[in-house]
């Protein structure tokens, strides 16, 4: 992750007073000053009058909270910005309902070579399954559509896209009544996408990244990959982040590693690591995620794409070449394949060296004590999804109908990651859940599985630090002197304490404690608004008439 920004004004000294400052530097301070794209000095009211007359700008904060900007660790940027521009099936609450918006869509985009949306979940729906392809046919007049489920693992099309991808029906997941999957899914997707010009990605990616500078969020983790998007895409979004202002945009691509050459390879396609959606498996709500036991619901354990030994390779190759490795890994299968695989590694080249590398996993949704355990061990960062939770946790949840209660409420463990002291990277996979980093923190606070719960501080910290953290900067994602300026203002109500644990509440907020307090976040409560985002020292978003 560099520090360079699109090209801009030069770097203006500023004081920041007059508001509450989140800072470990100091819990009660009201003041920062801004120099040359870092954090210069954090304090109180008082001593901000001794740098008044020697900064360039003096913003009078008006009571606002000043907090570091946000990582979302996994996003996929071009998709978000196709969903948040196209046709969203997310709100739909019935089958009837999605059919409607697919019309209404069509008619309205007659030019379209392809017609694009996203979001569906039939879980959701009075009906309980997908549209058929003989109703998106209808729908669409006959022309080509292409519906992943919200998950992304899955997709529904019209006859029309697989008329477009010759030998699609030969393909390993083609079900000539059901979603596709696996290698069927792949192909359609790549043809549907092929469709998009440069211009619709472009304004895709750019409605994107405006919508997480909107939000507070001044980085994303652009989890890209050969089954996911194309090198264009990843490469064209990388030349976007740093020609204009936005959020940083930090690259992965899930490409296996297997020598120096594929390692050489990666970094010119400027990633950051052979990581992100590297997939050891799919999804719960397309019944791809690979378990142990069967599914509640479907007679089978899910599929699996790599194996222990898969793994073992990867990570050895990237480690060797200091490459960061990384694979998508949500059922308890998965995860025992990605831990042995990672330890079979460590046998080989050293824990040390493994350690080192901060290797991480996407999702890490069933977890167990002993893949807890090990991912504590082998230094794993675990990037996950609080909002997963939110949507689909719970005693009637779709957890809950994939793999019965008692399985479900095992999900996304947040608290015993922490106790273990596996570091913890926050996201969205948007567009599977929206850009919603203060509703990440609530999710991860107020899980459906109270013993999963976190205190709102740690779960802020995984949604601004640990982000940093998880690319391997340490010194970033906090307002401290000498860190990058990237913060946010927002408007917000009383600043609290809040804690799974009454007594740790009780004594944070004891001014005794010095611990700095954060909105609340209860359920039902207003949830903060952003005034302004700054990246390394940069506005890269105002909020109107503020």
């Known amino acids: 992750m560099t520090e360079s920004t ?21 819990p009660f301070a009201t003041a920062m000053v801004v120099e040359r794209g870092h954090v210069a000095w954090v304090g109180s009211e008082g001593a901000a009058d001794a740098f008044a007359a020697g900064v360039d700008e003096v913003i009078d904060l008006e009571g606002a909270l000043v907090t570091p900007a946000f990582t979302d660790a996994h996003v996929h940027t071009t998709a978000t910005g196709l969903a948040l521009t196209g046709l969203d099936l997310s709100r739909a609450d019935s089958l009837a309902d999605a059919l409607c918006l697919v019309r209404e869509h069509s008619a309205a985009h007659r030019d379209d070579k392809v017609l694009l949306g996203h979001g569906w979940d039939a879980t959701r729906w009075p009906e309980q399954r997908p549209p058929s392809r003989a109703e998106l046919d209808e729908a669409t007049g006959g022309r080509p559509l292409y519906l992943p489920r919200i998950d992304v693992h899955s ?15 030969g393909r390993t997941g083609y079900h000539p009544d059901a979603p596709l999957t696996a290698s069927a899914h792949h192909a359609v997707r790549a043809a549907a996408h092929g469709a998009i010009t440069p211009q619709q990605r472009a304004a895709a990616q750019r409605a994107a990244l405006a919508r997480a500078a909107s939000l507070g969020i001044g980085s994303v983790h652009e989890c890209a990959g050969p089954d996911i998007s194309d090198e264009d895409d990843f490469m064209s979004l990388l ?18 590693v297997a020598n120096a050459k594929d390692a050489r390879r990666i970094r010119e396609l400027g990633a950051t690591g052979a990581a992100g959606d590297l997939f050891v498996d799919g999804s719960l709500g397309s019944h791809t ?8 619901d479907a007679a089978h354990t899910g599929t699996a794409h790599l194996d222990a030994a898969d793994v073992a390779a990867h990570v050895a190759a990237c480690t060797e070449a200091g490459l960061q490795a ?43 004590p002993e893949t807890i355990t090990a991912f504590a061990e082998f230094g794993l960062t675990a990037s996950v999804q609080p909002a997963f939770d939110a949507v689909w946790g719970g005693d009637t949840g779709m957890y809950a109908q994939r793999l019965g209660v008692d399985r479900a409420r095992t999900l996304n ?34 899980h459906r599985t109270p ?30 002197p000498g860190a990058p300026a990237d913060y946010a203002l927002w408007r917000t109500g009383e600043l609290v304490v809040q804690a799974p644990d009454d007594r740790v509440a009780r004594w944070s907020t004891d001014p005794r404690s010095g611990t700095p307090g954060l909105p609340d976040l209860t359920p039902g409560a207003e ?15 105002e909020r109107p008439n503020e």
């Open 289 to 296: 995620a690979c378990l142990h036991t069967p599914y509640a």
């Open 413 to 446: 463990p947040y608290a015993a990651l922490l106790r273990a002291g596996v570091p913890l990277a926050f996201g969205s996979d948007s567009p599977v859940t929206p850009l919603d980093p203060w509703g990440t923190v609530r999710a991860a606070a107020f």
């Open 527 to 541: 949830l903060p608004v952003c005034l302004r985002t700054v990246v390394f020292g940069r506005t890269v978003f």
């Open 6 to 26: 699109a090209p801009q004004s030069e770097h203006r000294t500023v004081l920041l007073r007059g508001g509450e400052v989140h800072s470990p530097a100091d």
């Open 155 to 169: 997709a529904v099309v019209t006859t029309a896209l697989l008329d477009l991808v010759p030998g699609v029906t």
């Open 326 to 368: 990384g694979f998508h890994a949500i059922g308890d299968a998965a995860l025992t394949a990605v831990t042995e695989g990672i330890r079979a590694a460590a046998d080989s080249l050293g824990l040390a060296r493994v350690r080192a590398a901060r290797h991480r996993v996407e999702h890490a949704e069933m977890l167990t």
């Open 239 to 256: 030349a976007l982040a740093e020609a204009e202002a936005g959020p940083r945009v930090v690259g992965y691509w899930a490409e296996r």
């Open 451 to 480: 013993e999963h719960r976190v205190s709102v501080r740690a779960a802020f910290t995984a949604h601004t630090r640990g982000g940093w953290r998880a690319v391997g900067r340490d010194d970033a994602g906090v307002l401290v």
